[in-house]
């Protein structure tokens, strides 16, 4: 899959829907990481994820897609038990 | 587990019905979360590759003027039906206030013009209460007759606030009695969620920059005007029916 960074300066795209095989959470500059002790598996993040970036999984807890996290940071803010932190994107 | 009012998987259907590759929206973005809702709750309908397999209008842009949402909705409610029941929701997220925001930009008149066009369902919902907004959309599939569904949608670029607070701005507003979550069934007005202290408006509109160049006493207008207007719509309402819970 392409990358933001090897686009054209400006990230023009010259033809009609060329924005489709980048992956959509390249641009972000914060990432949500979980902390499972104080997770209660309520997944209230999945609820609010505007993207449907975060996946339940087996286990119970919900874990974000790298490929499509946007790192808008509502999952951190609605977390009633704090679990969830914003980290810088390296 | 079960001592927790709110457990998402219990609660909801595990199907994901937003394909999150064509979700082409900004970060934080109210409206993508409103649509992934009421695809939730529909269960079926995916949007696909950048394309909505359910009919999709925008607002007539030609129409200028305070009038413009009167004008574009009996537009809306006249589709060709052939005897089928239409479910028309609106996402409004408020793009064409743009910089002329005044004391009045917060009214909507979109419900109580779809209530006189006699639709027999009209809702108001907030991507703020998801629940609330799910049960709506249900209901008014549903319900006999044609529905229409108002969702206030935070746009976090338009309204200028961070991203993090979209699902809260969403909240506020019906907080603060600016948009007031109601349902009319035939004519009969029920409001959902009836705050006893509702929270003032500054809460609100202070949040968002869009609102910085509003003065305190427009924002007393506000205040004013919204009491005033939520008071007539309880005065029309039976209050106490159908209280969805609160999240």
Redesign the interface.
């Known amino acids: 899959m392409a990358t933001w960074d090897q686009n054209k300066v400006g990230c023009i795209l010259l033809e009609k829907?060329l924005?489709?095989p980048f992956k959509?959470g390249d641009k972000?500059t914060h990432k949500p990481s979980l902390n499972t002790e104080q997770c209660?598996?309520?997944?209230?993040c999945?609820?609010?994820?505007?993207?449907?970036?975060i996946r339940?999984r087996d286990d119970?807890f919900c874990e974000a897609?790298t490929d499509?996290c946007?790192?808008?940071?509502?999952c951190?803010?609605?977390c009633w038990f704090g679990a969830i932190t914003m980290m810088e994107e390296r | 587990?079960d001592r927790?009012a709110?457990?998402?998987?219990k609660l909801?259907p595990?199907k994901?019905c937003?394909?999150?590759?064509a979700?082409?929206?900004?970060?934080?973005?109210?409206e993508?979360?409103a649509i992934?809702l009421v695809y939730k709750a529909l269960g079926s309908a995916p949007m696909h590759?950048?394309t909505w397999k359910i009919p999709f209008k925008q607002p007539v842009p030609e129409l200028k003027g305070a009038d413009k949402d009167e004008a574009a909705m009996p537009a809306l409610l006249r589709l060709p039906k052939e005897d089928k029941q239409v479910l028309s929701i609106c996402f409004d997220n408020e793009a064409r206030t743009g910089k002329n925001i005044s004391t009045e930009f917060w009214r909507k008149r979109m419900p109580a013009v779809a209530v006189a066009e006699g639709v027999s369902y009209v809702a108001t919902a907030s991507p703020g209460y998801?629940f609330d907004l799910i049960a709506k959309v249900k209901k008014a599939c549903s319900a006999p007759g044609d529905a229409y569904l108002h969702i206030l949608c935070p746009c976090?670029v338009g309204w200028a606030f961070?991203?993090?607070?979209?699902?809260?701005v969403g909240k506020l507003a019906v907080d603060s009695n600016l948009f007031p979550l109601y349902e009319v069934i035939h004519g009969t007005c029920f409001i959902n969620i009836a705050l006893a202290k509702p929270r003032p408006v500054t809460d609100y509109l202070r949040l968002q920059k869009r609102c910085q160049h509003l003065s305190d006493t427009d924002l007393a207008e506000i205040q004013k005007q919204s009491a005033l207007e939520y008071s007539r719509l309880s005065a029309s309402s039976k209050q106490g029916e159908k209280a969805h819970e609160r999240h």
């Open positions: 829907k924005a489709q959509k972000r209660t598996k309520c997944a209230l999945y609820l609010y994820c505007p993207d449907g970036a339940l119970g897609d499509y946007k790192g808008c940071g509502i951190a803010r609605e | 587990m927790y709110v457990f998402v998987p909801l595990r994901e937003f394909v999150p590759d979700s082409i929206s900004c970060k934080g973005c109210g993508a979360l992934r590759k950048g998801p976090p961070d991203p993090s607070l979209s699902v809260q």
